[in-house]
């Protein structure tokens, strides 16, 4: 209950003062006010608003593309020591932690990281590339950082599919790439919805990645939160930011489903 | 043909996954002070220095004792609101179920804002309570998830068997429900555990310099060093999350408690 | 019937430890229906699968209709395959998946339409081709895994247990139709099932398969009439194993004692023995009948079966042994503790090596 009543409280102080003045230099919010919501409209906020749903969908869409085989992989792997590593090699990560995760992919990534260096090593490249601090970088860190999560939810869906559909298309005369075109791939399409929307979600509540990799250069809606909070004490914008991207995933991820659904139903009616 | 183009592209996402956690190791073990490719001597002083460096420590305590505080609860509440959930009909209960989960959709840059504020309403400014209290809200889904599941699992016939053999409802639960569901309560509660050692946005929103548990202080090192401390921290991080993985799934079976598989051949 | 279908040529089997198939010899004619009837586990699916080529064997080679298909994928085999889960593919309508095949094979749409429609016709069921297969029922989900599996006019129609899922009066309808079917259009088909009744109703041959053998190919009425091993005697039908020993052999036919009494069986089982050696005799319950010169017992139990009634009698210094008598008759005549003495003057005895 006290659990329950703290998340209530929580919440509903954020729906607060979203709709609060902020008094500069000082904590304590002022007045009922829309102006926060005025003030997002602004060309600095909305592009950050922008920024954020294209790497979310970006991010989710490049993750269930490296997701897919993974999984179709660690489903079907018939060597139970071939299917352990796969299954430890893609969920390792989601047991990381967004910090450590992070870290590492600015030592891959740094202008003395190793991408750089092994590329230089090389003799490819004479100028070091610049990765971190773009948003190229940010959606490499992030699609591995969603990744565990969608392979598991697409492996879930393709160890429900049945193996004697597979097999019945193979004897009716498909060939492989036919049988994961017309059975697999449509039958595990719940899978992909769900991993879709997860991957979306995730990157929306990311903030690690962005605020390290992106270094200020790549923000998103959470990097601007936080430095709202932290850096202005501007709490009730802070909090009308949260409110709007709430709305915001929450619209996108209806809008997801609605544009999946003849896809989803295909695949179950 | 398909075949091996279809291996040679999963051997490459693998590759991929593994890359930052082989590099971060690699760089662990590199002398010099700023992390740079290919890597030159070999030196163990950034797990020296790891280990000895005060914030570390510091939120490595923080970080277990929030994290044995916060999964227990959650375990003990979850247990409750599953059981009552799961068994019995009340007033409220949609919304109270809905209301547990949905933190699950929430990020938690939010959540940790609206503690935030919430803690400074109350005068509880980022103390101990908060940072667990946010904590349990941020596990509870996972361990209402894990527990539904075992509960649903119970033949509901032990119980009423032993309701025909005499046995009052408490004792029933005591005797049948409690040990039949002792696995998931246990995996519910090392998931949480896990879970809540790893959380950090939320974290950085609810702690202070004196509660900042491990990812934060993390955090705060990269922001402001560059030297391979951070990388020897992650290595050994790296390295026990394996084993813990490995037994996890050796003992338990991993693909079934993250339902990858589906029990069938 | 004329020339060779199917052919296996020694093929072996193993997961790990478990040998699932060990040197299967098989020859099928063309249009024959071979039935692979066995307990639970003696490997009709592994033969079945190695055949359709899901499996690969270890050993052995597959013809199909003279054709080496040992390496062949799957696919390239032209087989009909009738599952026993259906496995109907739940994202198409009734007509998508029996034109599956057709589709895979670039068949024209219109050519594909009219032999959907046929197919769909041949099994009755042309007014449910827009429905979703969930929308079926299970004898009607089966009859479309049929049309999918005969729409491709493949070179053999296998089934897998194809009607254990339906009750017993669909399944008794089922069977039927899948005869006709079969004999209108003659294709050859292998059929697995751990029925006996439905082997011996449909079968021209049946493959008798017992831990990963192939034990007996026979007529149905062989493999009553004449099982090849005890295995085969006492799995299909029921019967009495009375012990005794080998008398002598006179050729093709052998003397054998029990209970006390000599009978006459055929030779072949027996060959390796030597004479005085023991033998277990099996007798089935229909072909004894309570007679004035038989031996003598009491019945110990019996069970009421309408039609007919099955009575357990004891017959000291031999054991038990079953008989099938009418019902009326036994009702009125042999309540439990009845003198009865059983006759074998009908008895088509068979010994086996104890
Ligand atoms: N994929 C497999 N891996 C390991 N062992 C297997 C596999 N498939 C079958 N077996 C084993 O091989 C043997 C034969 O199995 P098979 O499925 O062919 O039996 P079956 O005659 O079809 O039985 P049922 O009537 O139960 O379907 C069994 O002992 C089974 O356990
Ligand atoms: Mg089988």
Not at chain 3, 194 to 211: C, T, W
Request: proline share 5%; hydrophobic share 55%.
């Amino acid at each position: 209950m006290l659990v329950a009543a703290g998340f209530v409280l929580a919440m509903a102080a954020v729906l607060q003062y979203a709709v609060l003045a902020h008094v500069p230099g000082e904590l304590e919010p002022g007045g009922f006010s829309l102006s926060n919501f005025r003030e997002m409209m602004k060309p600095l906020y909305a592009g950050v608003f922008l920024d954020t749903l294209r790497i979310c969908f970006l991010t989710a869409v490049l993750s269930l593309l490296a997701a897919y085989p993974l999984a179709l992989a660690l489903v079907r792997a018939k060597n139970p020591y071939l299917k352990s590593a796969i299954l430890i090699i893609s969920v390792t990560p989601l047991f990381l932690g967004e910090v450590i995760r992070t870290y590492a992919w600015i030592i891959v990534l740094g202008t003395r990281g190793f991408v750089n260096g092994a590329l230089s090593w090389a003799g490819l490249i004479q100028q070091p590339l610049q990765l971190m601090f773009t948003e190229t970088g940010v959606l490499i860190a992030l699609v591995h950082v969603t990744l565990p999560v969608v392979v598991i939810m697409l492996a879930a869906a393709i160890s429900h599919i049945d193996r004697d559909l597979e097999r019945a298309a193979a004897a009716l005369g498909a060939r492989p790439l036919r049988v994961f075109l017309t059975v697999t791939l449509p039958l595990s399409m719940p899978g992909i919805i769900a991993g879709l929307t997860t991957g979306f979600a995730w990157t929306f509540s990311a903030f690690a990645t962005p605020q390290l990799i992106g270094g200020g250069r790549v923000n998103m809606v959470s990097n601007l939160v936080y430095s709202l909070g932290f850096a202005s004490f501007n709490f009730p914008f802070a909090a009308a930011l949260s409110v709007a991207g709430l709305i915001l995933t929450a619209v996108a991820l209806a809008g997801f489903r609605a544009l999946l659904r003849p896809l989803n139903r295909v695949a179950t009616r | 043909m398909i075949g091996i183009v279809f291996r040679m592209l999963v051997a490459m996402l693998l590759g991929f996954v593994l890359l930052p956690v082989v590099v971060a190791c690699v760089a662990a073990f590199d002398a010099r002070s700023v992390i740079a490719f290919p890597p030159q001597n070999f030196s163990w002083r950034w797990f020296q220095r790891a280990l000895s460096y005060e914030d570390f420590q510091i939120g490595f305590t923080n970080s277990l004792i929030v994290a044995a505080i916060a999964s227990t609860l959650a375990v003990v509440i979850g247990g409750g609101v599953a059981y009552a959930i799961d068994r019995y009909r009340f007033r409220g209960k949609a919304a109270l179920e809905s209301l547990l989960l949905a933190p699950l959709a929430i990020p938690h840059f939010t959540i940790g804002l609206g503690a935030l504020i919430v803690a400074a309403q109350i005068g509880q400014s980022r103390d101990w309570p908060v940072v667990i209290l946010t904590h349990v809200v941020l596990v509870l889904p996972f361990v209402l998830r894990s527990l539904y599941v075992s509960l649903k699992n119970i033949d509901p016939r032990l119980e009423a068997a032993a309701l025909s053999l005499g046995a009052r409802p408490g004792r029933v639960i005591l005797t049948v429900t409690l040990p039949a569901l002792a696995p998931g309560l246990a995996g519910g509660w090392l998931f949480a555990a896990i879970l809540s050692f790893n959380e950090f946005t939320a974290s950085l929103f609810v702690t202070a310099q004196r509660t900042q548990t491990l990812p934060v202080a993390m955090y705060n090192y990269v922001r402001e060093y560059a030297d391979p401390s951070m990388a020897a921290i992650s290595a050994l991080y790296i390295l026990l999350t394996t084993v813990v993985l490995v037994i996890a799934n050796r003992f338990l079976g991993l693909g079934r408690i993250l339902g990858t598989e589906d029990g069938r051949p | 019937m004329g020339s060779e279908a199917l052919r296996l040529d020694g093929v072996s089997k193993r997961f790990g430890t478990v040998a699932a198939l060990q040197e299967a010899w098989l020859n099928v004619e063309d249009g024959e229906f071979v039935t692979l009837l066995g307990p639970s586990g003696c490997g009709k699916t592994t033969l079945l699968n190695l055949i359709a080529g899901f499996l690969e064997a270890d050993a052995g080679e597959i013809f199909i209709g003279g054709q080496l298909v040992t390496q062949l994928p799957v696919w390239e085999r032209n087989l009909g395959m009738v599952f026993q889960s259906y496995a109907l593919f739940p994202h198409m309508d009734v007509a998508k998946n029996v034109g599956y095949g057709l589709r895979a094979r670039g068949v024209s749409k219109a050519e594909a339409a009219r032999r959907v429609e046929e197919a769909l016709a041949l099994v009755r069921l042309s007014a449910l081709a827009g429905r979703r297969s969930r929308e079926l029922s299970g004898g009607q989900q089966q009859r479309v895994a049929l049309a999918r599996a005969l729409v491709i006019r493949p070179r053999l129609l296998l089934l897998d247990e194809p009607f254990s899922a339906l009750d017993r009066n669909l399944r008794a309808e089922m069977q039927i139709e899948l005869k006709e079917i079969q004999q209108r259009l003659g294709v050859t088909t292998i059929f697995v099932t751990h029925d006996q009744g439905e082997a011996m109703s449909m079968s021209d041959r049946v493959a008798v398969m017992s831990e990963g053998r192939i034990l007996q190919l026979d007529t149905p009425e062989g493999i009553y009439r004449r099982p090849a091993h005890a295995f085969v005697a006492s799995f299909v039908g029921d019967a009495t194993m009375l012990p005794g020993q080998l008398i002598r052999r006179n050729g093709a036919t052998a003397l054998v004692r029990a209970a006390g009494r000599e009978f006459t069986v055929p030779t072949a089982p027996l060959e390796a023995l030597a004479e005085g050696a023991a033998i277990l005799l099996y007798l089935r319950p229909e072909h004894l009948s309570p007679e004035d010169e038989g031996l003598a017992g009491t019945v110990a139990s019996r069970a009421y079966l309408g039609d007919r009634a099955e009575l357990v009698v004891e017959v000291p210094g031999a054991g038990r042994i079953l008989l099938r008598v009418p019902g009326v008759e036994a009702l009125h005549r042999w309540p439990v503790g009845a003198p009865i003495r059983i006759g074998f003057t009908r008895a088509e005895p068979v010994a086996f090596p104890a």
